[in-house]
């Protein structure tokens, strides 16, 4: 039972380059969710699913995209990097999405130069 | 405005003492996350509660969903417990809001 994996857990992008941080998990769990911790200001939810197919906005969404095709998988797409994406990101899984606990992945320090 | 605020940013402590600390949130929530991330980076739930009172060894969580507040308890602190402590509000419309951390540092 590996939890939720992330990966990378490093990655230096260049200015408009595009990548996928991928997240996995194997719980079953129904609600996935992507975060940014930058310092000073906590974690800011990205987007968010409540199950396969189903995609929703959080507070911070400019300049990324998900998709969810299968339970197990929510990615993370940068589209163009900017230097302001330069930030550690972690994704989580619950089992639902209300009173349970959460589930971490070990984190994506990113660095767009 | 923040919806999650925390107390103290920052805490240093002698192992062996009492530590409380505090989580104000504004938010309608449906349940009050406290979180714990260690040095490394990576971050581990500690208590998922939505009313009362739930104890972890030597961790204790509460909750007054009146005042809408939380308080974390580490009784007889120990250097391993070091770590930055997150307090998260899920709210009922699927979201979390996180407090920014207050940094725990315990000298033996």
């Known amino acids: 039972n590996a939890g939720v994996t992330q990966t990378p857990k490093f990655q230096v992008l260049k200015t408009g380059q595009s990548m996928t941080l991928q997240c996995a998990q194997d719980?079953?769990?129904?609600?996935m969710s992507w975060y940014r911790q930058d310092p000073g200001m906590g974690l800011r939810l990205i987007h968010y699913?409540?199950?396969?197919?189903?995609?929703d906005q959080g507070e911070v969404p400019n300049g990324y995209n998900v998709s969810r095709s299968t339970t197990e998988d929510f990615p993370l797409r940068l589209l163009s990097a900017a230097p302001s994406q330069t930030s550690v990101y972690f994704c989580?899984?619950?089992?639902?999405?209300?009173?349970?606990?959460?589930?971490f992945g070990q984190g994506t320090r990113l660095t767009v130069v | 405005k923040n919806e999650v605020e925390q107390s103290p940013q920052n805490l240093t402590a002698q192992e062996g003492e009492f530590i409380t600390i505090n989580c104000s949130y504004s938010?309608?929530?449906?349940?009050l996350h406290w979180l714990q991330q260690h040095p490394g980076g990576g971050i581990v739930s500690l208590f998922m509660?939505?009313?009362g009172k739930k104890k972890h060894g030597r961790l204790i969580a509460t909750i007054n969903i009146q005042e809408k507040h939380s308080s974390l308890h580490i009784t007889a602190s120990h250097p391993r417990d070091s770590a930055v402590y997150i307090c998260?509000?899920?709210?009922?419309?699927?979201?979390?809001?996180f407090g920014t951390g207050t940094s725990l540092t315990v000298i033996p």
């Open positions: 989580a899984s619950s089992y639902s999405y209300r009173d349970t606990e959460a589930f």
């Open positions: 719980m079953n769990h129904e609600y």
């Open positions: 699913s409540v199950g396969a197919g189903i995609t």
């Open positions: 938010v309608g929530i449906s349940a």
């Open positions: 509660l939505s009313s």
């Open positions: 998260a509000a899920y709210n009922t419309g699927n979201q979390f809001y």
